[in-house]
Protein backbone atom coordinates (compact mmCIF):
# COMPACT_ATOMS: atom_id res chain seq x y z
CA UNK A 1 0.00 0.00 0.00
CA UNK A 2 2.61 2.52 0.67
CA UNK A 3 4.42 1.33 -2.96
CA UNK A 4 1.22 2.23 -4.20
CA UNK A 5 1.08 5.74 -2.47
CA UNK A 6 4.11 6.96 -2.85
CA UNK A 7 3.74 5.84 -6.96
CA UNK A 8 0.80 7.99 -7.11
CA UNK A 9 2.36 10.51 -5.43
CA UNK A 10 5.55 11.06 -7.75
CA UNK A 11 3.26 10.30 -10.63
CA UNK A 12 0.95 13.61 -9.61
CA UNK A 13 4.21 15.65 -8.68
CA UNK A 14 5.69 14.73 -12.19
CA UNK A 15 2.24 15.88 -13.63
CA UNK A 16 1.79 18.82 -11.98
CA UNK A 17 5.56 20.22 -12.84
CA UNK A 18 4.94 18.74 -16.72
CA UNK A 19 1.63 21.22 -16.88
CA UNK A 20 1.99 24.24 -14.31
CA UNK A 21 -0.53 22.95 -11.82
CA UNK A 22 1.56 22.92 -9.15
CA UNK A 23 0.71 26.45 -7.73
CA UNK A 24 1.57 30.08 -9.35
CA UNK A 25 4.04 30.23 -12.02
CA UNK A 26 5.94 33.26 -10.18
CA UNK A 27 6.78 30.43 -7.14
CA UNK A 28 8.17 28.18 -9.91
CA UNK A 29 10.53 30.28 -11.60
CA UNK A 30 7.90 31.14 -14.86
CA UNK A 31 6.02 33.57 -15.80
CA UNK A 32 2.30 33.44 -14.96
CA UNK A 33 0.62 34.15 -18.22
CA UNK A 34 -2.76 34.70 -18.42
CA UNK A 35 -5.71 34.68 -20.93
CA UNK A 36 -6.39 38.51 -22.53
CA UNK A 37 -9.56 38.13 -20.70
CA UNK A 38 -8.16 37.50 -17.05
CA UNK A 39 -5.40 39.92 -17.40
CA UNK A 40 -8.12 42.89 -17.98
CA UNK A 41 -10.43 41.51 -14.93
CA UNK A 42 -7.71 40.73 -12.65
CA UNK A 43 -5.42 44.42 -13.46
CA UNK A 44 -9.22 46.26 -12.38
CA UNK A 45 -8.80 44.53 -9.42
CA UNK A 46 -5.50 44.58 -8.58
CA UNK A 47 -4.28 47.79 -10.24
CA UNK A 48 -1.84 46.20 -11.82
CA UNK A 49 -0.62 47.14 -15.15
CA UNK A 50 -0.79 44.94 -18.14
CA UNK A 51 1.70 43.73 -19.78
CA UNK A 52 1.18 42.16 -23.31
CA UNK A 53 3.63 39.70 -25.48
CA UNK A 54 2.26 39.80 -28.75
CA UNK A 55 3.91 36.80 -30.75
CA UNK A 56 3.21 34.39 -33.59
CA UNK A 57 3.97 30.37 -33.92
CA UNK A 58 6.48 30.60 -36.29
CA UNK A 59 8.43 33.86 -35.10
CA UNK A 60 11.87 32.74 -33.79
CA UNK A 61 12.43 36.33 -31.74
CA UNK A 62 9.64 35.43 -29.95
CA UNK A 63 10.53 32.07 -28.52
CA UNK A 64 14.18 33.47 -28.14
CA UNK A 65 12.15 35.74 -25.98
CA UNK A 66 10.51 33.31 -24.18
CA UNK A 67 13.37 30.81 -23.92
CA UNK A 68 15.93 33.91 -22.19
CA UNK A 69 13.61 36.99 -21.12
CA UNK A 70 10.67 35.79 -20.04
CA UNK A 71 12.83 33.11 -18.15
CA UNK A 72 15.24 35.66 -16.08
CA UNK A 73 13.95 35.10 -12.37
CA UNK A 74 14.55 39.38 -12.19
CA UNK A 75 11.89 39.21 -14.61
CA UNK A 76 9.68 36.77 -13.50
CA UNK A 77 9.71 38.29 -9.86
CA UNK A 78 9.23 42.03 -11.45
CA UNK A 79 6.28 41.39 -13.33
CA UNK A 80 4.84 38.84 -10.91
CA UNK A 81 4.81 41.77 -8.48
CA UNK A 82 3.76 44.86 -10.65
CA UNK A 83 1.98 43.29 -14.10
CA UNK A 84 -0.05 41.18 -15.31
CA UNK A 85 1.19 39.55 -17.92
CA UNK A 86 -0.56 38.12 -21.09
CA UNK A 87 0.57 35.90 -24.25
CA UNK A 88 -1.55 37.32 -27.39
CA UNK A 89 -1.20 35.22 -30.61
CA UNK A 90 -0.99 37.65 -33.20
CA UNK A 91 -2.64 35.28 -35.88
CA UNK A 92 -5.27 33.59 -33.47
CA UNK A 93 -9.05 34.56 -33.69
CA UNK A 94 -9.82 33.47 -30.43
CA UNK A 95 -12.09 36.54 -28.44
CA UNK A 96 -11.94 38.79 -25.99
CA UNK A 97 -13.67 41.72 -24.33
CA UNK A 98 -11.70 45.02 -24.36
CA UNK A 99 -13.24 48.45 -23.64
CA UNK A 100 -17.11 46.93 -24.13
CA UNK A 101 -16.66 45.19 -27.44
CA UNK A 102 -15.20 41.85 -28.58
CA UNK A 103 -12.31 40.89 -30.58
CA UNK A 104 -9.70 38.36 -31.76
CA UNK A 105 -6.65 38.26 -31.20
CA UNK A 106 -5.55 39.29 -34.39
CA UNK A 107 -7.62 42.47 -33.93
CA UNK A 108 -6.36 43.64 -31.10
CA UNK A 109 -2.68 43.16 -32.04
CA UNK A 110 -3.34 45.15 -34.94
CA UNK A 111 -5.63 48.17 -32.94
CA UNK A 112 -2.39 47.72 -30.67
CA UNK A 113 0.20 48.55 -33.69
CA UNK A 114 2.25 45.46 -33.61
CA UNK A 115 3.27 44.42 -37.42
CA UNK A 116 6.26 42.99 -36.11
CA UNK A 117 7.14 40.10 -33.29
CA UNK A 118 7.58 40.04 -30.74
CA UNK A 119 6.18 43.53 -30.15
CA UNK A 120 5.19 43.85 -26.08
CA UNK A 121 2.43 46.36 -25.54
CA UNK A 122 1.72 48.38 -22.13
CA UNK A 123 -2.28 48.89 -20.94
CA UNK A 124 -3.03 50.88 -17.72
CA UNK A 125 -5.37 49.05 -15.13
CA UNK A 126 -8.30 50.79 -16.72
CA UNK A 127 -7.52 49.29 -19.89
CA UNK A 128 -5.59 52.70 -21.18
CA UNK A 129 -3.11 51.97 -23.93
CA UNK A 130 0.82 53.62 -22.80
CA UNK A 131 2.70 51.85 -25.41
CA UNK A 132 4.23 49.41 -27.79
CA UNK A 133 7.42 48.39 -28.19
CA UNK A 134 8.57 46.37 -31.10
CA UNK A 135 11.25 43.50 -31.15
CA UNK A 136 13.26 41.04 -28.78
CA UNK A 137 14.73 42.49 -25.51
CA UNK A 138 17.57 40.81 -23.44
CA UNK A 139 16.12 40.71 -19.52
CA UNK A 140 18.51 44.04 -18.74
CA UNK A 141 16.73 45.90 -21.12
CA UNK A 142 13.46 44.44 -21.16
CA UNK A 143 13.85 45.04 -16.60
CA UNK A 144 14.63 48.61 -17.73
CA UNK A 145 11.54 48.99 -19.73
CA UNK A 146 9.68 47.65 -17.14
CA UNK A 147 10.65 49.83 -14.48
CA UNK A 148 10.32 53.21 -16.91
CA UNK A 149 6.64 51.95 -17.53
CA UNK A 150 5.66 50.79 -14.52
CA UNK A 151 7.39 54.19 -12.67
CA UNK A 152 5.24 56.53 -15.61
CA UNK A 153 9.01 57.81 -16.14
CA UNK A 154 7.43 58.54 -19.58
CA UNK A 155 5.26 60.91 -18.49
CA UNK A 156 8.39 63.42 -17.50
CA UNK A 157 12.06 61.70 -19.14
CA UNK A 158 12.94 60.34 -22.21
CA UNK A 159 14.14 56.86 -22.91
CA UNK A 160 17.82 57.94 -23.63
CA UNK A 161 17.62 60.27 -20.76
CA UNK A 162 16.31 57.42 -18.39
CA UNK A 163 18.83 54.97 -19.83
CA UNK A 164 21.57 57.37 -19.12
CA UNK A 165 20.80 58.06 -15.52
CA UNK A 166 20.90 54.05 -14.92
CA UNK A 167 24.60 53.55 -16.36
CA UNK A 168 26.78 53.22 -13.59
Not at 19 to 36: C, H, I, L, M, N
Not at 70 to 81: H, P, W
Request: overall charge positive; proline content about 2%.
Amino acid sequence: MNVYRSTVALVLLVACSLFGVAGPDTDSGRVEWKTFGEAVKSARASGKLIMVDVYTTWCGWCKKMDRSTYADEKVVDYLGRHFEAVKLNAESNRRHEFQGKSYTERELAKGFGASGYPTTVFLSADEKFITAVPGYMDAKTFLLVLEYIKDKRYQDVSWKEFVKSKEP
